[in-house]
């Protein structure tokens, strides 16, 4: 038998978007993750939900895993049986983006003038 996979919890910065390496989740946004390091020296997280269903759950929720990178895998096979792609171009996106941003952003204005202050002093508010 191979040796065990052993998780500790280990400090970082900055990478907690990658998925759990146990079933896929999201990892939480934590100084401080569950980790455990593959023989090749690669650094995986696991998420809290893995953690709270125990180390005896860990190879059902690493074979789910497992099934559902399969079926992804094969949809994205099919999407190849020839089809060509169309998209955007990254300055269409970027536009796309700017578009939005400055539409958030007059919301965001407009919201703005229409609320009434909540904070005595606060400019606008009657003293
Ligand atoms: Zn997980």
Known sequence: MSAPIVITCQPHFGYWS???ALCGGQTEEAAVLPVFVAPD???HFVCGECLEAGAPAAPG???AWA???ERWAAALRELLVPRQFTMPSVAEWRAANEAHEA???VED?????????TEPGEPGKPT
């Open 18 to 20: 990658e998925p759990c």
């Open 41 to 43: 020296g690669a650094e």
């Open 61 to 63: 929720r690493v074979l």
């Open 67 to 69: 099934v559902r990178l």
């Open 103 to 105: 539409q958030v952003a």
């Open 109 to 117: 204005f407009l919201d703005g003038l229409n609320r009434p202050p």
